[in-house]
């Protein structure tokens, strides 16, 4: 399933210099290939016998990757790659491929589109296509200008859907999967602070301390919840990590977790088995759990500091780092058109654009 090795001790140090050409290549070719396929497409609702639009047609941009938050993220996979390796080896075959779909008419029909359903992809899909408008802004270049202000108006409309359909919302969602509000609010916070964006840091800030700040003794043994992508657990103390500085944190984390050294059935600590060859596709969402749980653990645990859980969290991020790595190379479309985004994001989370600890 996996031929790739990366060094486990480098990557959680989330800096670039653990890559390699063939790396790099490995990391953009399941991105490239899944963007411009169409099918097989994750279909919500169906309202009429009319038939279904093609996903081409509805979402002229962001068509591929089976859905459209993963192909959202894979343009990130990607312009990030770009912006972090001046000699990428598929950086023409890249190119290409963005400048094909990231067009002004394919922009504006992607706009429409939300006009006309207002929560579609909410909050994940939102909170990568702000990353992705993020990364572009760090990219000083000409291409990565000109894919920007193609960009802007469906950015736009998102970051106003932001202020009026998610951060005016009630009490969050505690999913391991695309749902979880901590998540999303920790991607608008990084977005925030890389674009200059005060007004939205202040309010996801807000929101954070409103959701957030009064919760003690998380059931962590109830996770994975299911056929999670994210330890609700973990995302939330990410984020936390983020709004509070230092002492407030620790202050914040001994309310927050058991006593995850000691608690027999707190498995917030081991890495999830799964099977080499699953039966069911989706058990592949637990792989990038382990790999998302590398990285806010590793996080967390830096923002600890001298807090008794920091070394604890730091050896589980190490075990999460090696047991998802090893699996994340699938070529198995089910992982492959969405994974390399989060290996991405483990291995450079120290390169700008991500809150690393």
């Known amino acids: 399933m996996n031929d790739v090795t990366v060094d486990v001790t480098a990557a959680l140090a989330g800096r670039r210099d653990w890559s390699d050409p063939e790396l790099a290549g490995r990391l953009a070719h399941h991105p490239l290939e899944a963007l411009e396929t169409e099918y097989p497409h994750y279909v919500r609702e169906v309202n009429s016998p009319d038939g279904v639009v093609r996903p081409r047609e509805r979402n002229p941009v962001f068509y591929g990757c089976y859905d459209w938050h993963s192909a959202v993220h894979s343009h990130w996979t990607l312009v990030r790659q770009l ?118 840091e202040r309010a996801v800030a807000e929101t954070a301390v409103a959701f957030y700040a009064d919760d003690e003794s998380y059931p962590v043994a109830y996770e994975p919840l299911g056929w999670d992508f994210l330890s609700p657990s973990l995302v939330e103390a990410d984020l936390m990590r983020r709004v509070y500085d230092g002492e407030a944190f620790r202050e914040w984390a001994d309310r927050f977790f058991p006593d995850v050294r000691t608690d027999p059935h707190a498995s917030l600590l081991d890495p999830v088995g799964v099977d080499a060859d699953p039966e069911e596709g989706v058990a592949l969402h637990l792989v990038g759990l382990n790999v998302s749980k590398a990285w806010a653990l590793s996080d967390v645990a830096t923002a600890l500091g001298d807090h008794e859980y920091a070394g604890p969290f730091e050896e589980s991020a190490q075990r999460h780092a090696e047991c998802g790595l090893e699996q994340a190379f699938t070529d198995d479309y089910a992982g492959s058109h969405w994974l390399s985004s989060f290996v991405l994001y483990l291995l450079s989370r120290g390169e700008g654009g991500i809150a690393s600890a």
């Open 83 to 200: 912006r972090l390796f001046d000699d990428h080896p598929s950086r023409t075959e890249i190119v290409r491929s963005i400048d094909a779909r990231l067009t002004p008419e394919n922009v504006a029909t992607e706009v429409e589109w939300f006009e006309e359903h207002p929560t579609f992809e909410k909050p994940y899909g939102w909170a990568w296509l702000l990353h992705f408008d993020a990364e572009l802004s760090l990219w000083e270049g000409g291409r990565a200008d000109e894919w920007r202000t193609t960009l802007a108006p469906l950015a736009e409309t998102v970051r106003t859907l932001v202020d009026e359909r998610f951060l005016a919302q009630d009490r969050p969602f505690r999913v391991g999967t695309h749902g979880n509000s901590a998540f999303a609010l920790h991607c608008l916070h990084d977005y925030a602070r890389t674009t200059g964006d005060d007004a939205l």
